[in-house]
């Protein structure tokens, strides 16, 4: 349905995925050019501890293209998410008209996601839910079979199958669904039982799932980090049982128990301890990664790309990202992409490992954010190309020769956007060669790919989970989750590992 408002309802659910989604509706904002002002009240934001059924822009405010934006300048358009919900557990105060904020917040002042959205919601998007605190040691979401639990109440469930009701009528062509969800926490329960419920409800809608993780953990915290992995393991597998596609998400090197470095960004500097830092980087790859189904122009829709990554049951894909592209004064797309060589261009996301030696079967990439006379080489007449790369005449044949010298054997499914993406305040400053007030937009470079690194991630949170004493973590089972939920979780994780070991590819 190109050319169209092709909306996209999205399910926040968690603290970590809160900040991600403060980041990634903030980005989408100023987009539109509608950040709000200092001045203005910023309306009844969503604070940590409320189920939020909204939109990003309140209904009676979207524009009558049905909520996109558009610069006709660069020639792109990008379906935004119009309706979004989220749950939190614990109810910090909420933020009102009569108590403004600062346009940009202190690091030192960000408690909660809603200190930083700037966006308003609708009006009839709040529902409390008290039950659990979203921090301190006590009274805490931290259990798979706790989250599940929580929708299984028939007031909370209720509260969720009405909110989805009214804002699905609300679409004029609903697409599918996003999970943005937290893996590491009882919000995984949760997750799953939406994931669950959205598929028996809306049968034949995409769902695309979007497990997120905070930066790296400790030994020293052994109950969190064993809560941890096996939150992380059960959300995976009940998430991709109801999900058409899954996507962890972490700047952390690992999944497992044992601790990996976070990731590096060579352009980067962040402090992989403070969410504030990590959901910035995490919003940013997601809303490149996902620009193939909100593209106006293309006719990629979540279900045709859950499709083309998820073939032969590999219904887990991986992420990664180049946070910004490089592209020096004087280069051209050519020659920025010929300088990484061999080796794989984008930041893994995943927590999954290094790519670098695994198998890829299918991928998704998106460049956006490089001008138009950047795309091709201008070679002075006479002069050698010094790689195929030069000799192409448009940057889209520029991007899909790439892809094929990189991965030849391997569907790859390319998009080239002009429209950068927003970095402006109060999207943290992590950029080490710019002074604070000279970024706002930036090119990224991100990829989804269904890839073998996969089978050893499987593989090891299997291991891991076979060495726990179980009796040990009597809590963790008591809050809904038996023996038997155990050993077929670990015969489902290797099944699903098979799926990525070794194989060919779509391509032959």
Partial sequence: MAGGAREVLTLQLGHFAGFVGAHWWNQQDAALGRATDAKESPGELCPDGEVVAGSVRSLSSLKEEGG???????????????????????????????????????????????????????????????????????????????????????????????RLHFYVEECDYLQGFQILCDLHDGFSGVGAKAAELLQDEYSGRGIITWGLLPGPYHRGEAQR??????????????????????????????????????VNFPY???????????????????????VPYRLCSSPVSMVHLADMLSFCGKKVVTAGATIPFPLA????????????????????????????????????????????????????????????????????????????????????????????????????HLFSSCSPQAVETIPVFGALCSSSSLHQTLEALARDLTKLDLRRWASFMDAGVEHDDVAELLQELQSLAQCYQGGDSLVD
């Fill in 225 to 262: 980090n064993i809560y941890r992995l096996l939150n992380t393991a059960f959300g995976l597998m009940h998430l991709t049982t109801h999900s058409s596609l899954v996507c962890p998400l972490s700047l952390g090197g690992s999944l497992g128990l044992r601790p990996e470095p976070p």
């Fill in 68 to 162: 996109l934006y558009r610069d006709k300048q660069l020639d792109a358009a990008i379906a935004w998410c119009v309706h979004f919900l989220c749950l939190s557990s614990g109810s910090p105060p909420l933020t009102t008209a009569t108590t403004p904020k600062p346009l940009i917040p202190t690091e030192a002042s960000i408690r909660v996601w809603s200190d930083f959205l700037r966006v308003h919601l609708h009006p009839r998007s709040i529902c409390m839910i008290q039950k659990y605190n979203h921090d301190g040691e006590a009274g805490r979401l931290e259990a798979f079979g706790q989250g599940e639990s929580v929708l299984k109440e028939p007031k909370y469930q209720e509260e969720l199958e009405d």
């Fill in 268 to 290: 980067l500097h962040y402090d992989a301890t403070l969410p504030f830092h990590c959901s910035a980087i995490v919003a940013t790859a997601l809303d490149t990664v996902t």
């Fill in 329 to 428: 004064p004087g280069q051209s797309l050519p020659d920025s992409l010929m300088q990484f060589g061999e080796a794989t261009p984008w930041t893994p996301l995943s927590a999954c490992g290094e790519p670098s030696g695994t198998c890829c079967f299918a991928q998704s990439v998106v460049l956006r954010g490089i001008d138009r006379a950047c795309h091709t080489s201008q070679l002075t007449p006479g002069t050698p190309p010094p790689s195929s790369l030069h000799t192409c005449t448009t940057g889209e044949e520029v991007l899909a020769q790439y892809l094929q010298q990189q991965q030849p054997r391997v569907m790859s499914s390319s998009h080239l956007l002009l429209t950068p993406c927003r970095v402006a305040p109060p999207y943290p």
